[in-house]
């Protein structure tokens, strides 16, 4: 470890003569080292320690370290538009932080959020000094990763996130009355007046968002349309249990099918923060705490420095098994998936016990129904969209009439699962439009249950279809004598925005409006419903 100096603060121009400012971290030592650069929009003093080690330690490490504000946040000058200038901006900081005194002209880029989308947005001109990238928690497609799941509207985080953006707006314009209403809001989730977005902070993209809810040229700002020629050395992050994990694991499949570089993927069994090892109500134990510092060290050193470190010589995929809670290693993302058969006596919303799942397919179909009620919608717990997200406990929760609860027998031995978990659900809706959530937990002898992965799709029809619904990936020890259960509901708000039955903009609907919505769910036979479990075997860890 060096000694590092104190922080200097430094400025630079944008090619449109905006200034923006950083920190500097720096060892002291009289020697040439690679440059990190980070550029976020929530302060650089906090230099995203939330999740990872202070620059001081970066830097004694044997790197200057930059921590930016981005164009119209902390003190940078020029307007913040979400995204919009992170291109250019990005390309003009690595040329110069590339040529800071005591540089030697390489740079490497980490954070996550939105500190790793300015990664991403940094590497579309291909700057010649930015030699590998560090995304974390990002989104590749905005539509599909981010702002939208199977179709429907996040409506939790991305307001959340909304909020807190503009109430960072008003701290900086000095607009007293826009933060404290703002910052209330942010304390009450969802919110009691849905209207503060709409007076404090008109030009938020949150309203964009809402308008495009359908995949049009709205979002061609997705990185995944600047990408397509890039090609570096990628340390992709994420957590099984992050709001974003859709993107990272896009980002890395893109990569890894067309790279000439070393792709490597860590999945920890994080939300989107903090990493470490209690995860709502579940402690992973001393394996989830965060490797990411050391091994973003080892990347770098071996990226920017050329030292040969065994991290490039191991394994590109890194995922932590909930369960045995050991990290396992495998040469690329496992694919298998094994069909286990929904199969019911038609009580499946009024009893735990009436509902299953068996990997031998039903000879004739009977139907579920269940009855999504506005005034009383299944309310979202846990798993990657609501907040807060990670493990609990839903017993209480798969009680309710208003969801559909299949289980299997309980194993006779360990059940390994790694890779995507996708339903196929044949069914239909007395309205124009429905929505079904699908929830896959892990069920104990004693009753507990705990949600292990989940998905949700807007379904805009009321003809008899197979409804797929892709869940977020997982990987997980189901240990003998537990079992799992698929729970499937037409709710879980506020993690989602609420379908009134009509598919409308949900900024003009009003619950007056609402629907109730009778969904009607087949299992066996011609409309066999399923669901696809990554079982794989494993021994490696």
Not at 274 to 281: A, C, L, S
Not at 466 to 475: D, E, G, P, Y
Request: hydrophobic share 40%; net charge negative; proline share 6%.
């Amino acid at each position: 470890m060096l000694k590092v100096r104190d922080k200097e603060t430094a400025s630079m121009q944008t090619r449109d003569k905006v200034r923006l400012d950083a920190d500097i971290y720096r060892p002291d030592v009289d020697k040439e080292f690679p440059v990190l650069l980070m550029r976020q929009p929530y302060g650089r003093e906090i230099a995203s320690t939330v999740v990872y080690a202070h620059p001081t330690w970066y830097a004694a490490q044997g790197y200057i370290v930059v921590i930016q504000d981005v164009r119209g946040r902390g003190t940078s000058e020029g307007e913040f538009k979400l995204f919009i200038n992170e291109i250019e901006d990005g390309e003009d900081t690595v040329n110069w932080a590339a040529n800071l005194p005591g540089s030697n002209g390489k740079v490497g880029m980490y954070g996550f959020s939105y500190q790793g989308m300015t990664q991403l947005y940094a590497t579309a001109n291909k700057p010649a000094a930015l030699k590998t990238i560090c995304p974390a928690m990002i989104g590749y497609d905005f539509y599909t990763d981010w702002a939208y799941e199977g179709g429907a509207f996040c409506l939790q985080t991305n307001l959340g996130w909304a909020i807190q953006l503009a109430t960072e707006t008003a701290r900086l314009q000095k607009n007293e009355k826009a933060y404290k209403e703002l910052f209330a809001a942010s304390q009450n989730l969802p919110l009691t007046n849905p209207e503060v977005l709409k007076h404090f902070a008109p030009d938020s993209f949150y309203h964009q968002w809402v308008a495009h809810s359908q995949a049009d040229a709205y979002w061609n700002f997705s990185p995944k349309y600047y990408l397509q020629d890039v090609d570096l050395p990628m340390f992709h992050i994420g957590g099984w249990f992050d709001t974003y994990l859709r993107g990272t694991l896009h980002l890395y499949e893109d990569m890894a099918a067309r790279s000439q570089c070393r792709q490597q993927l860590l999945i920890g069994p994080w939300t989107h923060l903090p990493w470490n090892r209690k995860v709502g109500e579940v402690d992973f134990g001393v394996n989830a705490m965060s490797p990411v510092d050391k091994m973003q060290i080892a990347w770098f050193d071996q990226f920017l420095k050329g030292v040969n470190t065994d991290l490039s010589e191991q394994p590109p995929v890194w995922l932590f098994e909930m369960g045995t809670n050991i990290w396992q290693y495998f040469p690329t993302l496992p694919s298998n998936q094994k069909s286990y058969f929904l199969s019911s006596s038609g009580l499946a919303s009024m009893r735990q016990d009436e509902g299953t799942l068996t990997p031998i397919l039903p000879e004739t179909c009977v139907n579920d129904v269940l009855v999504h009620d506005p005034w009383r919608p299944v309310p979202s717990l846990g798993g990657h969209a609501a907040i807060p997200a990670g493990v609990f406990e839903r017993s209480h929760l798969d009680c309710r009439s208003d969801v559909l609860t299949y289980t299997t027998e309980p194993f006779t031995q360990d059940l390994h699962l790694a890779g995507d978990v996708a339903v196929e659900i044949w069914c239909y809706s007395d309205k124009l439009s429905f929505d079904l959530c699908a929830v896959l937990s892990e069920v104990h002898p004693d009753g507990r249950v705990y949600n292990l992965t989940q998905g949700y799709v807007r379904q805009n029809t009321n003809n008899r279809v197979a409804t797929k619904i892709q869940l977020q990936a997982t990987c997980a020890k189901i240990p003998q004598g537990n079992a799992l259960r698929l729970s499937l509901s037409a709710a879980s708000f506020p993690a989602y925005a609420m379908n009134h039955g009509n598919d409308k903009v949900i900024n003009k609907d009003r619950l007056i409006d609402a629907k109730i919505i009778t969904l009607t769910v087949s299992s066996g036979g011609a409309f066999a419903s399923q669901i696809l479990l990554p079982v794989v075997s494993l021994g490696n860890g």
